[in-house]
């Protein structure tokens, strides 16, 4: 026992992705049976150990300390400021806060308009701003603020985080200030303040669900003919558990069914840059792959997303083989975070970084790092360590 201790703590973020490997292997099998789990075992998963185990022959890179005192710059204080700025921008140029207009919905089809519209109007650069902030700028500040034991303007900021999270309706954006602060806790054995944060998690995210579905608290659910009828709290908790061990999965085994037998291996067309270069027009598959995957929405006019795991990115263009071309890149980028979880504080590095980790069970790596917001975390910890 001790020495599996010693490995998870050696290894944290290769012994984290075990499990989201795990989980995603829960809905591919219940949807699929062992159709594709052997071919993504042996082409991504032995291939994964394989590189992850010669990375660690390779040299540590050096993060040189600057020659700024630490204690001259607040850099909580930049983030939280800036935060706060980009909230407030982004709520007034809305002109109204979409959870409580989503509340006010008599109809699902108009509750997934307003969140939609909580962020497609906005121009490119107050979304990307958004992002960064309700993912990446906010958590790290409420994290550099608990570990400082600034208490006051820790709860300042966890507040205005969750706040902003559950503003704007996405049910993921609730936890991506909270779940750090949940993390940090648990690594620091502050037991009674992981129950109290816990709590207080459920109750934002059953908040958000029901204000996502108007017909949890008296709307009309419009957008399914056949709805079999349950109880509120029956709807909610099933919804929670199939979308964390059930939905990834079973979105994996779809897209396997349906690339290349219904939609074409990519080979780069959905790299906007490239395809303009072939004179051909960039394909997005997350988008494309919906009507094919819920055929009964898109009949209905509904638009959605597709999301499946990282590797299936490379899968779309490149094959079978792009599973293993995937598992090199993840295997080179955990290196990455092995060296920055050893030159900075273990426990703040892990705290903000695992749970983009867990998102590689619905999201591309490049953009959970570029546009997701997991670069500028990796940035933040940088220039923490260099201040």
Do not use: C
Not at 180 to 199: H, N
């Amino acid at each position: 026992m001790k020495g599996l201790i010693q490995l998870l703590r050696a290894h944290p973020y290769f012994s984290s992705y075990l499990l989201v490997y795990g989980l995603l292997q829960i809905g591919l099998i219940q949807s699929t049976g062992l159709k594709y789990a052997p071919a993504l075992f042996f082409l991504f998963l032995v291939p994964f150990f394989l590189f992850y185990s010669l990375t660690n022959l390779l040299p540590e890179f050096q993060i040189t300390k600057g020659s700024v005192r630490s204690n001259t710059i607040k850099l909580e204080w930049i983030l939280f400021s800036l935060g706060l700025v980009i909230v407030l921008i982004h709520l007034t140029w809305l002109g109204k806060i979409p959870f409580f207009e989503a509340w006010q919905a008599n109809k699902l089809s108009a509750a997934n308009l307003i969140r939609k519209n909580s962020s497609a109007g906005l121009p490119s650069w107050l979304r990307y701003a958004s992002t960064w902030t309700v993912r990446a700028i906010l958590p790290t500040a409420t994290l550099l603020f608990l570990s400082k034991k600034n208490d006051v303007w820790f709860l300042i900021s966890l507040l205005l985080g969750s706040f902003y999270g559950l503003a704007l309706l996405q049910k993921s954006l609730v936890l991506w200030t909270t779940i750090p602060v949940l993390v940090y806790f648990i690594l620091s054995k502050k037991w009674i303040a992981t129950l109290v944060l816990s709590a207080a998690i459920g109750m934002l995210f059953i908040l958000a669900v029901y204000a996502n579905n108007p017909q949890l608290h008296g709307g009309e659910h419009d957008l399914k003919i056949i709805q079999k009828k349950t109880s509120k709290t029956s709807q909610v908790s099933e919804g929670i558990v199939k979308r964390i061990f059930l939905v990834p999965g079973k979105t994996l085994g779809l897209w396997f069914e349906h690339v290349p037998k219904d939609k074409p291996f990519l080979f780069g067309q959905d790299f906007g840059p490239y395809a303009r270069l072939q004179g051909l027009p960039t394909k997005d598959y997350n988008l494309e792959l919906y009507p094919l995957f819920y055929p009964e929405y898109a009949k209905q006019g509904i638009r959605g997303s597709v999301n499946a795991a990282h590797f299936m990115r490379s899968y779309a263009n490149f094959g079978w083989w792009g599973l293993t071309l995937s598992a090199l890149m993840l295997a080179i980028f955990f290196w990455l975070l092995n060296n920055i979880h050893r030159k900075t504080q273990p426990e703040l590095a892990y705290s903000l970084l695992i749970f983009p980790l867990f998102l590689l069970s619905s999201g591309s790596l490049l953009t959970l790092l570029f546009s997701g917001g997991w670069g500028l975390i990796i940035l933040l910890l940088l220039l923490r360590q260099n201040s």
